[in-house]
């Protein structure tokens, strides 16, 4: 994983996390630098990364759980560049319906693509409970995207 | 031996439940789970549409965050991102001071200036410092008195004034006496010749003056320009008067720092040096002893001196004794000395009516 890649995967957590765009700035630079504390004190070798993403950013809980509550702050031209036809409606909706572990586990798996063992190890769980957690998510996602999503 | 072999029965075909078929989905679209399961859960999805209906639900939500991963990040919001100083790398580097908006700092400056100037408010000793400025006095100087110095006036005989021992006078407050009711009107036209060629300190004034005084009015003072005159006592009459009939004090004190009080009194008599005498041996019998470094009755060429302290419940004594000589002109004034409580002091001036002659 290249600086460039962990910039891109950090940035992009925290844009689908928050829907913040002045928040998800000034995250990103905090947690890109906690990332790079932890791989240095660490010792750890560059394959760690992804779980050093889980888990520097699973620390930012309590303000994703405040984001959760507000309404959304972006602009298409802030920087985070999404492709053209794709509607944010179904992932505010998700964010706002979800629970905040399931919401977290999709992102981190379905748009960072950080595979299920790097989670588990960032997070201190077991595969098992990442892989359920996913499955929850995913399927309200779906549900919410085709608008058949009942609580 | 073949017959030997054992004869496994047919292993049963287990039925998938609808619970560990919902449980095995996202697996299953995974792709992790043996053949076994596999093919257990695409028949069980044939046969149930709920399951099938959320394994729909899981393909659509996975191709929806698939397509949302394609977002990228812009190039600038990246090299702000990879370029990006904390605050003491600023400070350090410098440009931070330069990048901040005109007010800002400004403000900055002017708090820093201000801290400044308190500090150097607080710590500079303006008690020790004010002496050295200029200042602008608006206070006026009504009597200036030098204990060093002879005073100013002083007769060619060395003849002391009546403030050789201190008592400078500062103001002139005048006090009706207590007797006021025994005030004798044929003394009174007697006080006013007198009046006219009275002692130094005394208040001068005409007849009318005189007259009004006795209806306690305060009078203006020669001596003191800004200060207020209260009622002589014309003596000490033997006749009552309705008009004068008040006994009251009226002390119109001075300077916040004249916390004392003397009498003064004026007597005009004949045969002073008869007189005298009998005037000291009436004070030292009222209990009275010399307050100031001359003897009672001290004999000055225009007069004789008495500067004398005496219990206070003798007032009214030695205002009798001092009638039967002749009549008696009494001012309280404010003093910086203080006698002890239950004793009062005096200035008595006689004059002798035969140098005025």
């Given at each position: 994983m290249n600086d460039e890649a962990r910039i891109r995967s950090l940035a992009l957590f925290f844009f689908f996390a928050s829907l913040d765009e002045k928040f998800s700035r000034s995250a990103t630079v905090k947690a890109l630098n906690r990332c790079r504390k932890r791989i240095g004190q660490g010792h750890?070798?560059?394959?760690k990364w992804p779980s050093v993403i889980v888990h520097v950013t699973h620390s930012f809980l309590p303000k994703l759980k405040q984001a959760k509550s507000q309404p959304a702050a972006i602009s298409y031209e802030a920087g985070w560049l999404i492709p053209e036809g794709i509607d944010l409606g179904p992932w505010m909706e998700f964010q706002k319906e979800a629970e905040l572990e399931e919401f977290l586990a999709v992102l981190w798996s379905g748009i960072l693509g950080i595979s299920d063992e790097a989670i588990s190890e960032g997070l201190g769980v077991t595969v098992g409970t990442v892989r359920h957690r996913l499955a929850r998510g995913f399927l309200v996602l779906g549900a919410i995207s085709r608008g058949e999503f009942r609580q | 031996m073949k017959g030997d072999e054992p004869n496994f029965p047919a292993r049963s075909k287990r039925k998938l439940s609808r619970f560990l078929a919902r449980k095995m989905l996202y697996d299953f679209i995974c792709d992790r789970l043996d053949s076994d399961r596999t093919k257990a859960v695409e028949e069980f999805i044939g046969e149930d549409w709920e399951t099938r209906t959320e394994l729909e639900y899981i393909q659509g939500g996975l191709k929806y965050c698939g397509d949302l991963s394609l977002t990228r990040i812009s190039e600038p919001l990246m090299q702000e991102i990879r370029e990006h100083k904390g605050f003491w790398a600023r400070v350090r580097t410098g440009h931070w001071w330069r990048d901040w908006p005109e007010s800002i700092k400004w403000g900055v400056e002017a708090a820093v200036l201000s801290g400044v100037a308190a500090l150097v408010a607080m710590w500079i000793p303006w008690s020790k410092v004010a002496h050295l400025l200029p200042s602008s006095r608006d206070e006026v100087v009504l009597v200036e008195i030098d204990k060093d110095q002879k005073p100013a006036?002083?007769?060619?005989?060395?003849?002391?004034?009546?403030?050789?021992?201190?008592?400078?006078?500062?103001l002139l407050p005048v006090t009706v006496g207590k007797d006021a009711s025994t005030l004798n009107p044929s003394l009174h036209d007697t006080a006013e010749e007198k009046e006219s060629g009275s002692t130094e300190g005394s208040t001068k004034g005409s007849a009318k003056e005189v007259a009004e005084t006795r209806k306690s009015t305060i009078q203006p003072s020669k001596v003191a320009e800004d200060e207020e005159v209260g009622d002589p006592v014309q003596g000490v009459r033997g006749g009552s008067e309705s008009e004068t009939a008040e006994p009251q004090e009226n002390i119109i004190k001075g300077a916040s720092s004249l916390k004392g009080f003397v009498y003064r009194a004026f007597m005009s008599l004949d045969q002073l040096d008869q007189v005298s005498p009998k005037i000291v041996a009436e004070i030292k019998q009222l209990n009275g002893a010399k307050a100031g470094q001359v003897e009672l009755g001290w004999r000055k060429p225009k007069g004789s001196y008495f500067h004398f302290s005496l219990p206070e419940s003798n007032y009214e004594k030695l205002m009798s004794a001092l009638k039967s000589f002749g009549p008696v002109r009494i001012y309280k004034d404010p003093h910086w000395r203080v006698m002890p409580q239950g004793q009062i002091r005096f200035i008595l001036w006689v004059e002798d009516n035969q140098v005025k002659k």
């Open positions: 750890l070798p560059n394959e | 006036g002083t007769a060619k005989n060395g003849d002391k004034s009546l403030s050789d021992q201190g008592e400078g006078r500062a």
